[in-house]
Structures are given as C-alpha cells and as structure tokens.
C-alpha cells in the first residue's frame, strides 16, 4: 500500500505555535507606543525649531541691517576722503607744473650768462682781466645753476609725493570698492527668502574663508586708510606752502643778482670808454710827435751830410798842402786852422751822428710803442664791442613793457583751466 509523502523539516508544536503569536502581538505593541512617543516628540520639535529659525532668521536680517549701516557709513567716509585726496593732487600737480615753468624760465638767463662769459673770454692780451664783471657773471650762473638744482629737487619731491598720494587714492578706492561690493552682497543676501529662486543648499558654508579678519581688524583697517591720506595730504599741503616760498626767493635772488651785474658791467663798459678815448688821444699826440720827429731826423741827417762835405773839404785841402816842397813844407797857421777845423767838424758830426742815432732809437720806440697802442686800442675796441654786445645779449632778460626793473625770470604757470577731476575709481 502506498504512505503519505511528508514535508521535510522542524514541526511546532501547538504551544509554541501559540508562544509566537503572542510575542508578536508583544512587540506590535511595543513598536506601537514607541511610535506614539517619537510622534509627540517630533510635533513639540518641530514648533520648537520653527521658532527658533523664524527668530534666527529674524535676527540675522537684523545684524544684516546693522551691518549695512556700518559699511554704508565707511563707504561715505572714504569717498569724502578720496574726493579730498584728488583735490589735493590737483593742488600739488598745479605747484608741480608751477615749478617745471619756473624751472623752464631758468634756462633763457643761463644761456644768457653763460654767453657773456664766453663772450668777454674773447677779450685778448691786457683787456682780458678778472674784473668785477666776470666775478658777478660767474656768481649769476652759479646762482642760475643752484637755482635750477633747488627747483629740479621740489619737482622730485613733488613727483615722488604724488606717487604717494596716488597710492594712497588707490588703498582708499581699494577699500571704497570692497565696501560697495559688500554693500551689494548683504542687500541681496537681505532680499533673500525662502521663496527666492536662487537659494540652493552649498557644499560646506560654515568653513572660515582664509583671509577673513575679525570686525575690530576690519575698522581698522580703514581708519589707518583714512589717517594715511589725511597725513600724506597734510604733507603735501606743507609741500606746496614750501615750494611757493621757495619760489619767491629765489626770485628775489636772481632779482637782486641781475641788478648787480647789470651795475658792474655798464661801469665796466663806461671804463672801457674812457680808458679807449684816453688811448686814442696818446696815439694821436704820439703820431704828431712822430711826424715831428721825423722832420728832425731829416734835418740832422742833412746837417750831417753837409758837415762830412766840409771835412771832406778840409781832408783834402791838408792833404794837398802836404805836396809842398823843401822849407814851404810848412806848418802855418793855415795848418793849424785846417787841424782844428778837421777836430772840430768831427766832434761836430760825431755830435750830429750821436744825436741823429739817439732821435732814430726815440723814433723807433714811439713807433713800437704807436704799434703797441694801436693794437692796444685794438683789443680795447673789441672788448668794447664785447662789453655792448654782452649788454645787448642781457637786454633780453629784460621786458618789453617794463623798463628799467628786473626781468621776470621765473614766470607762474595760469592755473589751467578745464582740467578734468579724478573720477572715483567705484563711481
């Protein structure tokens, strides 16, 4: 007969089939009131957290407001400080440019010295002497020179301080840009809400970013902006006040400098006329004494030539009286008066020969000493021409319209007009 297949496996009993059931039911239960609890829980949680974030949320809007307010009011102040900064650029850039002209104006009265001096170097032999002319000409050019070398240091000066200033107009419009990029970072995270479209959940927003100063350093910072700019503008200020005294100085220099050359050369010139009339007036008397002279000579030199006739004369006479013959060989009076007449003319054209030598030497010294004066007068001529054609070359110093006062060495610079302001970088 055939048996019943059975299912293999472990067969329960009716207790513990019932055992199971109950232990099921137990821990529903259980899960049941577990649940209850943590339903409770969650509902007080979530009026508790949406409180808290309603107030938190409230309160950031809050510090983003103050804080809005804080920057705002830096934002203001580095403006006003910036607008200033550029004010005083301006200012500095207009004593700059006042000083370059002044410098510029330096160069026509340089030019001017140097000329003369190189112009009565040109004097020759006795006319080229150190006088009071050439110790005023040199004092004025090494006053042009220091002058020039003054000015050329406040132009440095000034150049270097408005690199200053220009850096410190860019740490202000640095800062001033932050602060408005600021300024329109928190207003838009002010006008976000949970409705904004743009809000979106980021990867780790709580990091410190590097960089980020605390607000004690963030205040400081642009107070030591401030102060940087306010006192490299007070420098500047004390700058431009130094550099226009300087100016007016210096002018009263040159001023006081062109006044005393211009007294010393025109003396000079006045000398040089004087000492050229007075030359020309000994030239004339020793060209009339020459002349004389010279007559003289001719009046000896004739003398002389008929004086050696007579001792020819007389020369001859002895001699043919020595022909006599026997006891007529006499010496008579004849003889002697022909002796004594021979003595006589020749101490007489020794004398004229003497004298005739000596008015030939006087003659030919009054002729080196004509030739002398003469290229004396020459060298006084030129340096006379010198001296007037140095006093021309300075006329140019002087003004058209002003007649006998200083020359307007350093000319201002008019304020120019139409000069366009520094804009605001942020602007």
């Not at 821990?27 to 609890?37: F, Q």
């Not at 006042?98 to 004097?123: I, K």
Request: glycine letters at 4%; proline letters at 2%.
């Amino acid at each position: 007969m055939s048996s019943v297949p059975v299912k293999p496996g472990l067969r329960l009993s009716v207790s513990e089939w019932l055992s199971s059931n109950q232990q099921l039911s137990a821990v529903a239960g259980h899960e049941r009131r577990v649940s209850n609890g943590i339903r409770q829980e969650g509902r007080s949680l979530r009026n508790e957290t949406s409180c808290t974030t309603s107030w938190d949320e409230s309160d950031t809007s809050r510090r983003l407001s103050d804080r809005l307010w804080d920057v705002a009011r830096w934002k203001e102040a580095l403006e006003a400080c910036a607008r200033k900064v550029d004010e005083e650029m301006e200012a500095l850039t207009l004593s700059k440019e006042q000083t370059e002209q002044a410098l510029a104006a330096t160069a026509v009265p340089l030019e001017v010295s140097t000329e003369c001096v190189t112009l009565r170097e040109g004097r020759r032999g006795s006319e080229l002497v150190l006088d009071p002319v050439d110790e005023q000409l040199k004092q004025e050019v090494q006053l042009i020179g220091r002058v020039q070398q003054v000015l050329q240091q406040h132009v440095d000066k000034a150049f270097e301080h408005l690199c200053v200033l220009q850096e410190v107009r860019h740490q202000l419009t640095s800062d001033l840009q932050n602060k408005m990029d600021a300024l329109d970072i928190d207003m838009s995270c002010l006008s976000l809400t949970i409705k904004s479209p743009e809000i979106s959940l980021k990867t780790n927003p709580t990091r410190i970013p590097s960089g980020s100063s605390t607000p004690q350093e963030w205040g400081q910072f642009s107070q030591y902006n401030v102060l940087q700019a306010q006192e490299a503008m007070q420098l500047s200020q004390h700058m431009r006040e130094d550099t226009s005294l300087t100016r007016a100085q210096l002018q009263n220099e040159l001023a006081v400098q062109w006044r005393a050359t211009e007294f010393v050369l025109r003396k000079r010139n006045h000398d040089e006329e004087q000492a050229r009339d007075q030359l020309q007036w000994q030239i004339q008397n020793t060209e009339d004494e020459m002349m004389e002279m010279e007559d003289d000579i001719k009046g000896l030199d004739v003398d002389l030539q008929a004086k050696t006739s007579n001792l020819k004369l007389a020369h001859t006479r002895l001699e043919n009286r020595t022909s006599r013959a026997g006891m007529d060989l006499c010496r008579d009076q004849v003889q002697h008066g022909l002796v004594n007449e021979v003595h006589q003319l020749k101490a007489t054209i020794a004398a004229l020969n003497q004298k005739l030598s000596e008015a030939q030497k006087s003659l030919q010294k009054m002729k080196l000493h004509h030739a002398r004066m003469l290229e004396d007068l020459s060298r006084k001529q030129e340096a006379l021409s010198l001296e007037q054609r140095s006093m021309n070359t300075r006329s140019h110093l002087t003004s058209a319209s002003c007649s006998g006062r200083s020359p307007v060495l350093l000319v201002p610079l008019a304020n120019s007009s139409g000069r366009s302001h520094l804009q605001l970088l942020a602007q």
